[in-house]
């Protein structure tokens, strides 16, 4: 499941529909449907959108061969 599905998940979660989202980040609704049609969002705008739907945003990587966290 990529990010831009993700985000409608937790959407649903939180019964918010794409049009508040955006009011709420203080973006046009076509800015952000944008980002959800080409899956592209920066690191800060989806901690910004877990703390509007009160989630936590974990972005990392892990090492496959030392399950090492970065």
Do not use: P
């Not at 937790?10 to 019964?15: M, P």
């Not at 529909?17 to 959800?36: F, G, H, P, V, Y």
């Not at 739907?53 to 399950?67: P, Q, V, Y």
């Amino acid at each position: 499941m990529n990010l831009a599905e993700k985000t409608r998940v937790l959407l649903a979660y939180r019964n918010m529909n794409m049009k508040e989202l955006a009011k709420r980040m203080n973006i046009s609704q076509q800015s952000l449907s944008q980002r959800m049609l080409k899956n592209s969002f920066r690191e800060d705008e989806l901690v910004q959108i877990a703390e509007i739907c009160n989630a936590t945003f974990e972005g990392s990587f892990t090492l496959n061969d030392t399950k090492k966290t970065i």
